[in-house]
Structure formats: C-alpha cells, structure tokens
C-alpha cells in the first residue's frame, strides 16, 4: 500500500483499542506508534515527531484533560483527538475547548476512525503549506521564464540534478531569482509533495537563529513559553532552503555542518538527539571562498553544501527577457492598484533596454510597481521609470575616467539598489549604519 506519510500517536490504556485502532491505521499506510500511559507518550514525544495523536480522556490514573494541557505545551503543532465513552462526552466538550481539535466517541467504527485520521492530517498538511507559502505569496510564479541562453543553460543543471538529494549552492547577485530558483528546484524534485521550507539568516542574531533552525523546549530561555518545532522538523522529507548563507553565524557553522552531515540535531534547551531526512538548498551573494580565506566561512561547511553550484546570471546578461519581465509587472500591479497603464512607449522600451539594473530582477519589479501608480495614461513613458535619477543608463566601471567620489556613489547606489534593507546595504559594504545614512547624505543618495 501507498505510504500516507502521517505520523500518529494512540495514547490508551486498553491494549484491545490500541491493537484495533493501530490495525486500521497502518493498513491505510500511516506511521503508528502507541501507550498506554501518559510517561510513554512523553517519552514517545521527546524522541519523534507526531502530526496526529488520538487520546483517551480516560487513561487509568492519568487525567486525560492534564495529558491533553502538556501535549499543547510539548507539541503545540500536533492536532490532538479526542477519544471518549458516551458517558464523558461533556469532557470531551471541555477538551475541545482547551484545545483538541475534535473527538470520537467510543465505540466507533474503523471508518470513523479512517475518516477521523484523513481529515486531521489533511488540516496538518494545510497548515505546513500555508507556512511553507508565507513570505512567497508576493513574489511573482514566472521570474525562471526566460529566452536567455545564460540562464536556460542554468534551468537545465538544475533540472538534472533536482531529483537527486545532492545538496545545492545558488550563487549569484542580490536580485537575480535564486529563492525562486530554490523554490523551482524544490517542485521538480521527488520532494515536492513535502514542504520548502525557507529560514533568512540575517534576519536572526546566533541565539534566536538556532531556536529558529533547530527548535526548542519550553522554559529553555526566557520567553520560551511553548515548545517549538524548528524548521529543521518542518522540512523533514522536503527541502531547507538557506538563504544568504554567507552570514550564517560562524559559531553556528558547526552544528549545521554536524546536521548536513548526519541529519542529528537538538533542539535548544533539550538533549534528545534527533533525525530529520532534509535536502539542503542554500544561496549567497557573497565570495564564500573568500570568507573561507579570511576565516569568515568554515572550508568543510562549504564543501557540504556545494556539491552542486548554479550561478544565476544578473539581469545585464538576459536582456532578452528584459521587456517580458517587465510586461508581467506591470500587468500584474495594474490589476491591483487599479491603474490605466497598458503598455511602455517605445522610448520606455529603449530605456528599460539599456539600463545596467545592479538590483537586476528585484530591482525591475520595484521600478515597474512604481510607474504603474504614478502613470495616469495608458502608456508608461521614461519619466515614469525614474532610471536615471541614482545612475543613468550605464554601470560605471573601475578604470573609467571618474572621481574617487562619483565611483563611491554609484558603487554605493548600486547596492542601495540592489539590497531589501539599509542593514543589508551596509554588511554588503562592510560599513555600519550610521556611516552609510552619513554617506548617503553626503553623496545626495
């Protein structure tokens, strides 16, 4: 039989409803595992990780009502069933009301109990895509459309090498599509079924970053009032993609590599070893060889996670896919600010064509989004576009003819360009804050 991939708990002190319910449950192809008292199912939750879990209100000596409260603690993700005799059905009300998601009355029949497990596990599933989805829902489906050989050629490595486990580095410039590449190599992969699941690591500092990745316990720092899942669990059987690992922690770097390695982790404040099967996708715009040189990268972490290295080309190199691209924006946000604009003028076309775009596809979008409100006709003119404002039609070059002061200021507007935060512009230039904002005064940025 096809396997259901649901992993489910049956907690009862009746071996007879156990054994019955563990029958019907496996033969639909589900992972079962069961006790018989409240200390085995702790147990059992400390060591896998369970989507479903049918629990008997009446559980000898334990209080089911207590079980349920420190299941909800332990496993805050884990959709808890309620199993009850005609005679506590009330109980049964209340559980539902501190938190199972429904209950079945004893006796019941293996298709109550078939239909009980599909439609818990099918919710489960729901929300692992609506997680796996968030920060995706604005970031256009068709960006990898594309004319230009420079980046088919890429769409094909990747292509090959999507349905095996072999872990994959992106490299390419801020801007270029590598999330959507990750995200593309994730759907033609055997793994596609199971979540992508995306963590952003100069978003976090060390400590909030290893919760993020590997998850902790309660009480395990302050303000840790639940347990959490990690993101490592949620991938389990799909893919991490780990994007901008260049700032990756390097006292971090360790345990990564240890779980790229041999799939162990724990989570903080929790000593049990666990496994979790997960391909590893991860980008960069940084020189990783570089940190490996200056100490910045550990050299064995980057050889695990570039088994398979793809280069994104920047914008500049697929200017075939220049106007495509920005007739899908445009299209796209004139439907959702309500705008007349319908198309570009040949003179918008000329200048979309021979702009350098440093912030490369992130960049077109924002300056599409842009004309799109402020155009009042039906065609987008130059003016609309703005290129011209921070760097005129063409990238400076080291060696042009310029002053050490002009070639700071497009370097420096480049990256403004091509960065989602003055953070990030910053770390990119090896500055902190304030000295960029003063920077950015002083050169009229």
Known sequence: MEQNNGRILLVDDESAILRTFRYCLEDQGYRVSTATTAAQAHALLLRQVFDLCFLDLRLGADDGLEVLAQMRLQTPWMRVVIVTAH??????????QAGAADYLVKPCSPEQLRLAAAKQ????????????LEGYVRKPGTDLDSQSPALMAVLQTARQVADTDANILILGESGTGKGELAQAIHRWSKRAKKACVTINCPSLSAELLESELFGHSRGAFTGASESTLGR????????????????????????????????????????????????????TNLNLDE????????????????????????????????????????ARFVVEYARPARNFSDGARAALLAYAWPGNIRELRN????????????????????????????????????????????????????????DQAARTLGIDASTLYRKRKQLSL
């Open 87 to 96: 005679s506590a059905v009330d109980s049964a009300v209340d559980a539902i």
């Open 121 to 132: 596990l099918e919710a489960r599933k729901m929300v692992e895509r609506l997680e796996s």
């Open 232 to 283: 490592v669990s949620q991938a389990d059987g799909g893919s991490l993609f780990l994007d901008e690992i260049g700032d990756f922690p390097l006292i971090l770097q360790p345990k990564l590599l240890r779980f790229i390695q041999d799939k162990a982790y724990e989570r903080v404040g929790d000593p049990v070893t666990r496994q979790a099967d997960v391909r590893i996708l991860a980008a």
């Open 291 to 330: 940190m490996v040189r200056l100490g910045r990268f550990r050299e064995d972490l980057l050889y695990r996670l570039n088994v398979i290295t793809l280069t994104m080309p920047p914008l500049r190199e697929r200017r075939e896919d220049i106007l495509d691209l920005a007739e899908r924006f445009l």
């Open 367 to 422: 300056v599409i989004e842009r004309a799109s409100i402020i155009c009042t006709e039906e065609l987008v003119q130059v003016s609309h576009l703005g290129l011209s404002v921070h760097h005129g039609t063409s990238q400076p070059q080291v060696g042009d003819p310029l002053s050490l002061e002009a070639l700071e200021k497009a370097h420096i507007s480049a990256i403004l360009a091509s960065c989602e935060s003055l």
